[in-house]
Every structure is written in structure tokens, then in C-alpha cells.
């Protein structure tokens, strides 16, 4: 059964408030960017799309069987509840401040040197093309596990709320519940990728994502703060 303070439709929902992160789109259209240009064709994009889309949510996955495998082993998850609430209600207030503010003052970012690091792994991976097609797919396969680590500060706070709701339940229940959760995650980039294939320049998306990235924040912001608040009302015994 269901911890007794979550429904589908609570998984849903955080799920997609994750997914719309200006760091997630950020990333995916960058990356759509640099497969367009290297691959020159629209379908070797979307295959490449597509397949650093599955590893992003092989990834996140497994960081959230991981946590919550640890978390219910060792019988602290009335503590990793707490934290995932406080982690929620400062995630909140974060997000809401660089609604007015943009990027003022401490945000949630990727890890320090996070973007810089990918510029440089996809310029040296540029050339993979000319050596074998499959190379780069490899490579972008692999900047999807790198994306996930180090996009954790910038989008982890939804996933952990969620993990410290399941871990009050059985893991046996909380496995199909994180699959759902990360295939609503998925969906938006699925999306974006879909409107790049038909014809939507990169550019063009990330005008869009520029002049949307501050609603997307107070929404992130706004959701966060009420799961955080809701986490703390409907706090579990800890000891």
C-alpha cells in the first residue's frame, strides 16, 4: 500500500514541477544544439536525443532506488523525511527569489564548473563523428549520467521530497511509483526534442526557455514550498 500522505497524483505532480526546471531544458537544448551540428541530420539528432533521454532517466533512477534503498535499510527514514522537507521549503524559497531576482545571490545551479566541464566534453567529442557515428552516441550516452550528477543542486529537491514520502512505505511499493515518477520527468524533454526534430531551431528554443525561466522558477518555487510545508504538517515520528 501507499504511505498514508501520498497519492499518484502527489508523484505526478512533483514530477513534473522537476521537469520543468530552466536547468533541464538548459542542458537538453544545448545538447540539441551541438548533435545537429555535428550529426547533420535531424533523425541522427533525434536517435541521439532519444538515447541520452533514456540514460538521463536510467540515471535519476537509479540515484532514487539507491537513496531509497539506503535510506529504508538503515532505518533512518523518519530523519531523511525531515531533511527532504527542509531541503523542499529552502529549494521554495530559493526558486521564488530568483523570480524576482534571476540568478542574484545564492540559487540552485548546477555544481561549480558543472556547464563549463560539458562545453569542453562536447567540443572534444566532436570529432567522434568522423571516426564512427556509434562513438558519439557512446559519447552522449555518457554526458547523460554526467548531466544527472551534476544538475542534482539545480533540480534534486522535487525527487528527494518524493523519496522521503516513499521512504515511509514499503520499497516493494515506492519501485513502479519511481518509475512513473521518472517517466513524467521525461515527458518535457521528450517534447523538446520532438519540436527540434520538426524543424524548431535550438536558438529559437532558447529564446524561449530565457523568456519563460522566471515563471517556471516561481511555479518550481510556489510547488515546493506547499509539498515542504505539507511534508512538515504531516511529519512521522522520528525516534
Request: charged share 10%.
Amino acid at each position: 500500500m501507499l504511505p498514508p500522505d501520498i497519492t499518484i497524483w502527489v508523484i505526478i505532480g512533483a514530477a513534473l514541477v522537476d521537469s520543468i526546471n530552466p536547468c533541464v531544458f538548459g542542458v537538453l537544448i544545448f545538447l540539441i544544439a551541438f548533435m545537429t551540428k555535428v550529426f547533420k541530420s535531424r533523425a541522427k539528432m533525434l536517435l541521439g536525443g532519444l538515447l541520452y533521454t533514456a540514460v538521463v532517466y536510467a540515471t535519476y533512477l537509479a540515484l532514487g532506488f539507491g537513496i531509497l534503498r539506503i535510506t529504508v535499510s538503515t532505518g533512518f527514514s523518519g530523519i531523511f523525511y525531515l531533511v527532504a522537507a527542509l531541503i523542499a521549503i529552502m529549494a521554495g524559497v530559493l526558486e521564488i527569489k530568483d523570480f524576482f531576482w534571476y540568478g542574484r545571490g545564492f540559487t540552485l545551479e548546477m555544481l561549480p564548473g558543472g556547464a563549463a566541464r560539458l562545453k569542453r566534453y562536447t567540443a572534444t567529442i566532436a570529432g567522434a563523428e568522423k571516426k564512427h557515428t556509434l562513438l558519439l552516441m557512446l559519447a552522449t550516452a555518457l554526458l547523460g549520467v554526467f548531466v544527472v550528477l551534476v544538475e542534482l543542486p539545480c533540480t534534486g529537491a522535487p525527487y528527494f521530497a518524493i523519496l522521503g514520502l516513499l521512504a515511509g512505505g514499503e520499497y516493494a511499493v515506492a519501485v513502479p511509483l519511481l518509475l512513473l515518477y521518472n517517466l513524467v520527468f521525461i515527458l518535457p524533454l521528450l517534447a523538446v526534442l520532438l519540436v527540434a526534430y520538426l524543424g524548431v531551431s535550438s536558438g529559437a528554443l532558447e529564446r524561449w526557455r530565457a523568456g519563460h525561466r522566471g515563471l517556471m522558477r516561481l511555479f518550481i518555487g510556489v510547488s515546493l514550498l506547499a509539498l515542504g510545508v505539507f511534508m512538515l504538517y504531516s511529519l512521522p515520528p522520528i525516534f
